[in-house]
Structures are given as C-alpha cells and as structure tokens.
C-alpha cells in the first residue's frame, strides 16, 4: 500500500466480519485465497519490528524505510513484561509506548499486525513473561490452568481495550488488519498432554469474544480452531498448507537470518536464498508474506533470553541494528516486492496452475480474465536451466525463480541481484566533522569496588542451596551464595600439603567462585548448555575458610516445552575434594547465605549520581567485581554511535542511567565453522552462513543519540571479571563503500517497466548507486570495470577482458552526484571482449 492509494485508504481503513462498517473504518475478512480488505482481496507483504529494540525517535524512519521498501505490514509482538512489571501496574511509556508506534505506522499509511501473544517468544526474557505470573499459586503455564487462563485473558483484553480507546482497529479507521493468540505452541503442544487441545481452544475462543473486528491468526498450530487462521513459521514455507480450504496461505516469520548468542559466531542469510523463499512462497498460492525480522534492534537492559543471546539483536535483517539499510539485502527484496505486485492482479483472481518444466523445473501460471502472470522455478541446487515456456526460451539459475508479470517478460529473478551493496564500518575516534569526541573516553575515569561476597543487610540463610530464579525473581542477573565453615587440620584433602580441589554444579549461566576474599575460578555455559561445573584447584587454611559463589543468569529461558520451569544457580552439589581418592567433604545441606543483587545495584550506581566514586591513580584495572564511572561529550554528527567495549570482560553498561545492555566481548566465537563466502544454493540453516570466527561474538555496542546530551554524559559500567575501561572508545556506523555489479544478462531493474503495458524504457540493465544520507554526493570512483571483473564488493579486480573506458565513463556520470545510473551494454563502454557476457562492477564512496 502506498503512493496515492494510501491516502485514500488510511482514512476508509479496515473492519473484519459481519460487523458493521463505520465511516471511518472498513472491512477486513479473508477467503482461501488472501486477506480481503473492503471486498478486495491483497497480496501483502510484511516485516517485524520490535518498538521496545529501538528508540522512539529511531520508530518514524524505521517505519519509513519499511515503506520505502515495500512494505505494506509492520508486524510486532506486545512484550507483557514490559508493559506490566509488577502485576497492575502497566507501564506504556518511552520504547513501550505501544500507541505511539501503532500511530506512526498508520501516519505512513501501512497496515499493522499485532501478535498479542501473549507468550512472545523472540530471544526476549522468559518469552515476554512478567516473572511475577510464576509466583501465582497453583499457576501452569500454557496449559488449560485457571489461574494461568484468568491472566492471559486479563492482559489480552487490556491491549485490546486499549486499542479500542485509541480506535487502532481496522473497523475503527486504525491500522490493525490482524491479530495473534498464542505463539508457536504446536512446536511443543504434544509435551502438555490432555491439557493441551483444550486450552488453544480456549485461547482461540477467548480472543474471538474480545470482537476485535480483525481476523485472528494462531502460528505453527495446526489444528487452530475456526475461524482463526493458521499459518507457517519457518525459513521455507511455500510447501505449506492451511488447515481449511477456506483459510488463506499465509507466511508469519521469514527469518531473515538469525540471532546471535555470546559465544556464538554472527549467522547471516544470503538476499538470494531469501528472496527465492519468498518468490516460491508467493508462487506456490501464498498472500501474506512477513520478515522475521526487517529491523532487528538491540537488547536493551536485561531484555535478551536464551539464555545467553547477545545484546545486538541484528538479525542480518534489511534494515541493520543501527536503522541503516543492508543493501543489497533491502534493494533487491524491494525490487521483488515490486515483482510480485504487478502480479497482484493476476493473482488474487485464481489459484495457480503448476506444471513440470524439467527435473527440478517448474512454471506456475496465475491466469483469468484479468490477466496472466507466471513464475518460473529452478529448485535445483547445481545445474542452471534453460527452459521452453509459452514457446519461448529463458535462462533460469540454479536455485531461483523468475517472476513474468505478463506470462511473457521476465522483470525480476531472484538470483540475479540489480540492487547496490554497501559496505558499513565502524569509524572511531576523529574523522573531519564526522565524529570529534571533546572529552576523551581514556582520563576522567572514577571507581568504586563492589565487595565479594554479603554485604546487605537484607541478606538471609537458609539450609541448603536454593536455585536462584525462584530466590531472585529476575530482578538482579547476581546472587550471592556464602558460607563460612571451620577446617580442621585433620581433614583428609589438607593431607601433605596438597591442594583442594573446590567442585560446584551450577544450573547455570555463569559462576564466579571466591575463596577467603579471592577468585579462584569461573565457569560459563552457552545457548543451548547452560548448566555448568566448576572444579578449582585452591589453597585451605586451617580454622574459618569464606566460599563466596556469584552466580549470575544471562538471559531467562524462552523457547522450548515448560521453559518457564527452567532453573538457575548453584543446586550442587558444593564438594571439597582431596587427593585421596573419594575423599570430599560436601558443603550442599550447610547453612548458607544468600543476597539477592549487588551492593551497586542497591546503591543505584548506575545512574552515576552518588557522591561515591573515587578518582585515584592509577585507576584499578583487570581486577573482577569494579564499577567504573566517566563523563563526555555527544560525539558529533548524525551517525549512529556505537561504544567499542575492547579491553572489558563482562558486565553491563548505562549511558544516563539507561542500560544499553549487557556487554561480553571476551566471550570468543569457535575458530571453525565460518566461510569466506556462502553458497547461497540449496536449503538455508541458521548455521549455514557464519562469519566473525574466532573473534568476540560482540564487541560494539549501540547507544541511541536520544539518549545523549551535548555534554557531561555519564557513562557507568559494572565489570565483573577484569578489564581495562581506559580502552573502550565510541565509534561512528556508517557506510565505506556503494558497491554493484550487474551482467548483460540481468533483467531491466523493475522500475524500469512500465506497469500498465510491461513496456521496456530502456535497453539494457542498469548499475546504479546512491549516497545513503542526505547531503552526501559520490565524490570518488574506487573501482570500475566493464568486462569479467572478479571478487566482490570491498574487493574487485579487473579480470581477463576490460573496458578501457570504464572509470571515466563511470566517474563521469557519478562523481559530485547524489545518484547515478549507468546502462550496462557494450554501447557504453565498447565491447573489450566479443562473445563473452560482460559485467559492469563499481565501488565508489561518498562524502
């Protein structure tokens, strides 16, 4: 939905069912074949953003990026815990503000679809669970449980009271189309057993009665009750189908890459395997297509799950953690888009017809009266094709499909890419007017030390190891668990001077274990093995030994059947083991003692405020359990800024008293796993393409410019294991480099044919480029070729036959310029090698 048409429709909008239209509002129903909105059935294509992984003031160009890209849906999940932290007291303010969101996409004329949930799911803690629900006696989560149903209700029926109050409903004039209940619980349903069936059920029939006045959806439940809508989750579903032929085919998650955890390598999709899901997606009968996710965002606080999923919540999406695009991942799904609605019409009016074109070859023909439009499929993973069609030959990729919106033209194939890549960088210290940070992040800085082991007074003991969600409530990663116990010179692992060995079992996340004030060792699990075991070599003394174990979570469970009953925290057992063999001494059932938190916390230390922070030289540096504190300037410019954490180990960061989340760089990917380059043929797993090995999961870490002033920032860190804060520097996002490479073979670029007639306006394929930013124009030509130029963008060089001509050609059209567009022919730039399909490949930067 946009140019004229979403003018007009903002303000007719939608309405669902058998309720009547109102003035301002419009109908929204669906038929086997799509989503219908005022009688008229839509290809829509959608993309998930997050408002509480990014800032109110980054929302209104994410929104329009969105748009910009084709987008005619913004799909996001409602976070419960957010909105109400301690039950009955909600919170719809600043990145929660919910409202606000809704408002701006239907200020850019784009449909909404709200996942309501409420169990979310999305990397986030707990699944978007308050902790607070786990305490409600007799509570089941998930399940046909009184209590847990009487919750999940009330807080449905709050959003979509408030909702109506704001009119955001289709059938108000709003820009809701569609609602979730639920979420993905067919994955796990066979885990809940009779309790099951009947609460979707329930779930499906409590949403119902809320008489939205939009259509329900329910994801990866096949046996969603009517008149809800199932619909796929996944990287492929064009193979899926709905649960009635009166539901339409509809795609909720695309995942458009994947997440990162700490400790993990940063997965990536390539724009070529996605764009071929979504084409085989849309060939094969489906309407509703969403990005899983478009803009990612950022893990703000202690918002990540897992556990251990990282503070960038990137996702390798079209728009970039930072709100920058990713081309040629956005450019070219936006061609597609374009693509597939010159085949709307065609389309919604038909079922598609599909027949065999070859092994691993097939056409699928969408025609009546109102048109033909055909989409050509080679699923093979090696061989490219060349297939007879209508009469007519075309050349199809291996492991791509062709798009003909009139059955004759090829316009888009999703293998071959028109759009300009770009190359980001991260730019620190002074670059010109770009960044000048006036009070360097090296001097200035003030400490205070967190003390090992109890220090409040709201500490208590208890007999045995308690775990530690149930202890904390999630309202601290940090728990304390301490003991002082006599030894006895006689006791058997003191024999000979030999050391002890100190053993704990942990379920979990990390364990940091001290012994008479220090530590002796450290012990971390990873997404998907939480668990851990310490064993630590250390030296007793005889009389009063201290054991001091800091456990701490990162990240709340948030996946998988009853993961809301998965635990944390030393649960043992504690053992002293000596040299003898089977001689230990078990410290498990003693009474212990446990605070809840750190003395910091308590202080409120993060906001920087206090009148505590001690400057001293030189600064206390490498050693565990330190508060840091500094003061600076907002760098200048409009970049996006990111703070580069090199020389901290672990711990959590606060710009102005908000947290920008937890920071890890110490926490190394595998050495192996990675490739230069991914072959994007054949099926896409989230471990398929990996880059970064070898090197710290996340170093860079983003801080919003809205939440800086022109000066005297407070920057606050808490390190846990040891680092150096005299290291960390702020760093500018920005682009490097515009890069294309298009053949003699490519398509016309979309716009380039006209809608109506499917008219060729130009001759041959076009190479084009521009600047990202406002203001900037191309100001130097890196790398021209016009022939067989190898490598990639970052990395061209001229190959056997080359254009003499085409760097001034190129410089020439480009340079001083915002855009340029070039036709890639021979006509251009003479034909250095007869008889060879050519190539156009250019890398320019702009200032």
Known sequence: MRGTECSMILLVFLMVGNFVTTTYGATVTYDHRAIVIDGKRRVLVSGSIHYPRSTPDMWPDLIQ??????????????????????RNQFNFEGRNDLVKFLKLIADAGLYAHLRIGPYVCAEWNYGGFPLWLHFIPGIKFRTNNEPFKAEMKRFTAKIVDL??????????????????????YGNVQSHYGAGAKPYVNWAAAMATSLNTGVPWVMCQQADTPDPLINTCNGFYCDGFTPNSPKKPKMWTENWSGWFLAFGGAVPYRPVEDLAFAVARFYQRGG?????????????????????????????????????????????HL????????????????????TTSLGTNLEASVYKSDSGCSAFLANVGTSSDANVTFNGKSYYLPAWSVSILPDCKNVVFNTAKINSMATVPTFVRNSLGDEITTSKALASGWSSIKEPVGISSESAFTKPGLLEQINTTADKSDYMWYSLSTEVKGDEPYLDNGSQTVLHVESLGHVLHAFVNGKLQGSAIGSN?????????????????????????????????????LSGAG?????????????????????????????????LGLSSGTQSLWVSQSPLPTKQPLIWYKTTFDEPTGNNP???????????????????????????????????DSCNYKGSYSSNKCLRNCGKPSQVMYHVPRSWLKPSENILVLFEEIGGDPTQISFANRQVESLCSQVSESHPLPVDMWAIDKLTEKASGPVVSLECPHSGQVISKIKFASFGTPNGMCGSFSHGQCSSEKALSVVQKACIGSKSCSI?????????PCRGVTKSLAVEASCS
């Open 570 to 602: 030393v649960t043992g057992p504690v053992q002293l083991r000596g040299s003898t063999q089977g001689s230990a001494t078990d410290l498990s059932s003693q009474q212990w003692t446990y605070q809840v938190g750190l003395k910091g916390e308590d």
């Open 287 to 331: 309407t509703f297509q969403n990005y899983y996710m478009y803009h990612g965002g950022t893990n703000f606080g202690r918002s990540s799950g897992g556990p251990f999923i990282s503070t960038s919540y990137d996702y390798d999406a079209p728009i970039d953690e930072y709100g920058l695009l990713r081309q040629p991942k956005w450019g």
């Open 528 to 564: 998907g093995h939480p668990k851990v075991s310490l064993d630590a070599p250390i030296t007793l003394v005889p009389g009063t030994n201290k054991f001091d174990f800091l456990s701490l979570t990162v990240g709340l469970q948030n996946y998988g059947e009853f993961f809301d």
């Open 65 to 86: 990026k969105s748009k910009d890209g084709g987008l005619d849906v913004i799909e996001t999940y409602v976070f419960w815990d957010l909105h109400e932290p301690v």
């Open 641 to 675: 800024i990111a703070l580069d954490m090199t020389g901290m180990g672990k711990g959590e960061a606060w710009v102005n008293g908000q947290s920008i989340g937890r920071y890890w760089p110490t926490n190394i990917a595998p050495n192996s796993g990675c490739t």
């Open 163 to 184: 909702m109506k109050q704001e009119k955001l409903y289709a059938s108000q004039g709003g820009p809701i189309i569609l609602s979730q209940i639920e979420n993905e």
């Open 334 to 353: 936006k061609d597609l888009h374009k693509a597939v609605k010159l085949c709307e019409e065609a389309m919604v009016a038909t079922d598609p017809t």
């Open 823 to 831: 036709e890639v022919s021979a006509s251009t730039f003479g034909n």
